[in-house]
């Protein structure tokens, strides 16, 4: 199993641009999840999708911000536009689903984002 | 979620056992008990969970109170590569999509 992927591992774009981060969970799971990492706040959950249905977007920062997951297999987090305060490492991570007490997340590499 | 305590920092001599404490006062009869590790420029790392009873797997062993308000996480013979930050979490409705929120942690520190 390759686990949860990420794409691109590391980003760079300057301020107003779009960024696109891309994941494809493990084969199987039904909820996606994706994470922002900065050493100010730390890893915080922005979004996630059961069954590739958005359910909780409360920690999204703000409009800028999106997310989709039109298959069971693939998931973006749009950033449009982009600025610098976005710089933060973002996770995605998926789970197998709603077994009782099972909550083991599996998290892919990460993307590091740089917003100059 | 229920809030949880850690300290901020811990250190440990490799080999040895490393015990990490989380305090979960506010926890309530359905709350899970959830340890994650979080190893350097890699994403968080699924190690135990427990509702009443201690657990026990391949990477550590957890002992909750009889109170549940608070528990440990063991690491039976510490090694370098466990040198982490490690997260206790105490997510309600784990049954309505595995919602994880994450606070600072313990960074531990496994020195030879």
């Known amino acids: 199993d390759a ?20 994941c494809k ?6 909820s996606l999840f994706w994470y922002r990492q900065t050493m100010m706040r730390g890893l915080e959950l922005l979004i996630y999708f059961n069954n590739n249905v958005p359910i909780d977007d409360s920690g999204m920062p703000e409009d800028r911000f999106s997310a989709k997951m039109p298959n069971a297999s693939f998931s973006t987090l749009k950033i449009q536009p982009s600025e610098p305060r976005d710089s933060a490492v973002y996770f995605c991570a998926s789970i197998k689903g709603r077994e009782s007490g099972r909550n083991e997340q599996f998290f892919g590499p990460g993307t590091r984002l740089t917003v100059l | 979620d229920a809030k949880t305590t850690q300290p901020t920092s811990m250190d440990c001599a490799e080999g040895r ?10 926890i309530s009869g359905n709350e899970y008990v959830y340890w994650y590790r979080q190893i350097h420029s890699q994403g968080p790392q699924y190690i135990i969970h427990g509702l009443k009873n201690n657990e026990t797997n391949e990477m550590a062993s957890l002992i909750i109170t009889e109170d549940r308000k608070s528990s ?14 490690y997260y206790c979490i105490a997510p309600v409705y784990y049954n309505q999509g595995g ?7 313990t960074e531990l520190s496994v020195k030879p």
């Open chain 1, 3 to 22: 686990g949860v992927i990420q794409s691109p591992r590391h980003e760079v774009t300057e301020m107003g641009q779009e960024v696109t981060l891309r």
């Open chain 1, 25 to 30: 969970p493990i084969s199987g799971h039904n």
């Open chain 2, 72 to 85: 440990t996480l063991i690491l039976p013979h510490a090694t370098l590569r466990d040198t982490a930050v």
């Open chain 2, 17 to 26: 056992a490393a015990n990490l404490p989380c305090n979960h006062s506010t």
């Open chain 2, 99 to 105: 919602k994880l929120i994450f606070g600072q942690g």
